[in-house]
């Protein structure tokens, strides 16, 4: 079982910078995948980023790709998303997923996800 917390969630202006937490507990953290997706009001839920359990294979949705970076520290279980120029398009509640693949959390197929953390970003 792993239960996932994210904060680092607020408000902050375009062109700004956040940075997401998701802690983690369970003993088997480091054998999880890991991901960030996203859903904004409205809208279909978003893929936005994963990591593989060892930290050595990252993938980025395109609408992200040079602007979030996502990491892990296995020995503090936790994964992060460091957000970069913030457009107001990034505005939605980031939501942090572990699963035993990078594939299944492509696919929006998770094993555990948190209860979400808010990002505006105003114009």
């Known amino acids: 079982q792993v239960h996932l917390v994210e904060s680092g969630g607020g408000l902050v202006q375009a062109g700004g910078s956040l940075r997401l937490s998701c802690a983690a507990s369970?003993?088997?953290?480091?054998?999880?995948?890991m991901g960030w997706f996203r859903q904004a009001p409205g809208k279909e839920r978003e893929f936005v980023a994963s990591?593989?359990?060892?930290?050595?294979?990252?993938s980025y949705a395109d609408s992200v790709k040079g602007r979030f970076t996502i990491s892990r520290d296995n020995a503090k279980n936790t994964v992060y998303l460091q957000m970069n120029s913030l457009k107001p398009e990034d505005t939605a509640v980031y939501y942090c997923?572990?699963?035993?693949?990078?594939?299944?959390?492509?696919?929006?197929?998770?094993?555990?996800w948190g209860q979400g953390t808010q990002v505006t970003v105003s114009s």
């Open positions: 990591i593989s359990d060892s930290g050595g294979v990252l």
């Open positions: 369970g003993r088997t953290f480091s054998t999880y995948a």
């Open positions: 997923v572990a699963a035993l693949s990078m594939a299944a959390i492509a696919r929006g197929v998770y094993d555990y």
